[in-house]
């Protein structure tokens, strides 16, 4: 008996604790695969966001938001007028700048649409609808700032550190939740009907 015993090797420390981590590893595949898709995009859109036409593209972005707050402002009765990237009036001038500019929420959302295992037909609507979302968001956080600016100036560093950040947070994933849901189904509703 003692012979028998000596036989058999011992499995070694490791090996239950590498079968654990290979089983989770295949049960967890499918969200392993969206983090590292996720990861690779991006890192793909940031390092494209940093290139000169890029930069030059989004300076004409800010501009276009400077003037279309400037416009909501004047419609809603505050007096402004837009000069580049700054919204002004007698009481108080705001410039939008680049981190005002919705494009860190832009480049997470995307990328979590993209990296999404869903068919490329499903992710266009969700990235033309979310831009075109964090977009208007972002212009009525201007306004809405530039207004805080005009009657209440003291609240202004707490609007624009605490609150906004939270909302177009807030905002960007129910954008993402809502499109995931919708390209689900739509993905599935049309894997059926084929």
């Not at 007028?81 to 981190?99: F, G």
């Not at 480049?107 to 609507?125: D, E, G, M």
């Not at 202004?156 to 609150?163: R, Y």
């Amino acid at each position: 008996m003692k012979a028998a015993a000596k036989k058999r090797k011992a499995a070694p420390a490791g090996s239950s604790l590498t079968k654990s981590a290979r089983e989770w590893m295949y049960t967890q595949r499918p969200a392993l695969l969206f983090a590292g898709r996720f990861v690779l995009w991006v890192t793909a859109l940031t390092a494209l966001s940093l290139t000169a036409p890029f930069q030059h593209l989004l300076h004409g972005y800010l501009g276009g938001i400077a003037r279309l707050a400037s416009g909501l402002l004047n419609r809603l009765g505050i007096d402004s007028h837009a000069n580049d990237v700054t919204v002004s009036s007698a009481r108080y001038a705001l410039t939008v700048a680049e981190s005002c500019s919705g494009l860190e929420l832009m480049l997470f959302l995307f990328s979590t649409i993209l990296a999404f295992p869903i068919a490329w037909r499903w992710k266009w609507p969700g990235i033309a609808v979310g831009a075109l979302l964090i977009s208007l968001t972002n212009l009525i956080r201007v306004a809405s700032l530039f207004a805080v600016g005009v009657y209440r100036p003291a609240a202004v560093e707490m609007v624009h550190l605490e609150i906004w950040p939270l909302g177009l947070v807030v905002i960007t994933l129910v954008c993402w939740l809502v499109w995931m849901q919708w390209a689900t189904r739509a993905g599935a509703s049309c894997l059926h009907a084929s």
